[in-house]
């Protein structure tokens, strides 16, 4: 088939293997893709070929490490021929180490939200790059950072160390882009608001805050929003269609970060 937007890229994808990731995985191998997915599981270090005629692999490894993009990486060129772009999904929030607001905030959740979320993709984009330069060839990352990074909701959205987190990825991106554009690297970013994933399970099982994402988030009736209304943000900005596109933040957030937002009663978590 030809006219895919991925046709023969080859990309890979560090948090693969649940909500956003998996999604953008299934819809890059739509698109004509080669996919290295990378995810924690209880096998790490075991590399598993998924049912799409030998088009996609996973890789059980953690993100915080550093070894683990550069392996991935290495696994896709072994595999695939090749690496064309990275998408940097990994991350979560970090309440249930400490994070919070920054007086009640634990040290343990402040390090541990940055490392999860701020040293995994540094570690993936140190290795992309390191890849496209050696190499002497055009490559594309793609980063995820939230609209908490800019668009502060403190009612119920309060994890000051995964808000920091998500501005510096945005930061870290811009500086990148900047940086490595005479090499024909671009850098971007996608920051989605409250999505349906494993991580948001707090979110969208409290009642006060959905009726609040029906306002903030309106689009399509007012609803959080699935992993599935990424996808087309990502594959574009992956393809030879963005090719003059760098340095860009594009927040795909159902209206969040122009709409206010309305919610009853006074307690704040």
């Known amino acids: 088939m030809q006219g895919r937007w991925l046709e023969n890229k080859r990309i890979v994808i560090i948090g693969g293997t649940t909500g956003i990731g998996l999604s953008a995985v299934k819809t890059c191998l739509e698109e004509g893709a080669f996919v290295m997915s990378v995810g924690w599981d209880e096998n790490p270090g075991e590399v598993a070929e998924n049912e799409s005629g030998g088009r996609s692999l996973t890789i059980a490894a953690d ?10 990486i290495e696994t896709c060129v072994k595999h695939f021929g090749g690496f064309d772009g990275l998408y940097h999904v990994a991350g979560g929030s970090g309440r249930k ?8 905030m634990s040290e343990e959740g402040w390090a541990k ?8 993709l540094m570690y993936s984009n140190k290795a992309a790059l390191h890849y496209f330069l050696k190499e002497k060839k055009p490559g594309v990352i793609l980063n995820m950072s939230s609209v908490l990074g800019f668009s502060p909701s403190p009612h119920f959205f309060s994890t000051h160390a995964y ?25 971007n970013v996608i920051a989605p608001a409250l999505v349906e994933t494993p991580m948001s ?21 007012g609803r959080q929003g699935l992993p599935g209304d990424l996808d087309g943000a990502a594959v574009f900005l992956l393809s030879d269609r963005a090719a003059f596109i760098t340095g860009q933040v594009l927040a795909v957030d159902g209206g969040w970060s122009v709409t206010d937002g309305q919610f009853s009663g006074n307690k704040k978590n």
């Open 97 to 104: 180490f400490g994070d919070g607001p920054l007086h009640e």
């Open 201 to 221: 399970k707090r979110a969208i099982g409290d009642e006060a805050i959905m009726e609040f994402i029906a306002t903030k988030q309106p689009l399509d009736g």
């Open 63 to 72: 993100a915080t490490l550093s070894s683990t993009a550069s392996g991935a």
């Open 113 to 120: 939200t940055l490392h999860w979320n701020l040293d995994s």
């Open 163 to 187: 808000a920091a987190a998500k501005s510096a990825i945005i930061g870290l991106s811009k500086s990148l882009a900047a940086y490595y554009a005479p090499d024909n690297i671009r850098v």
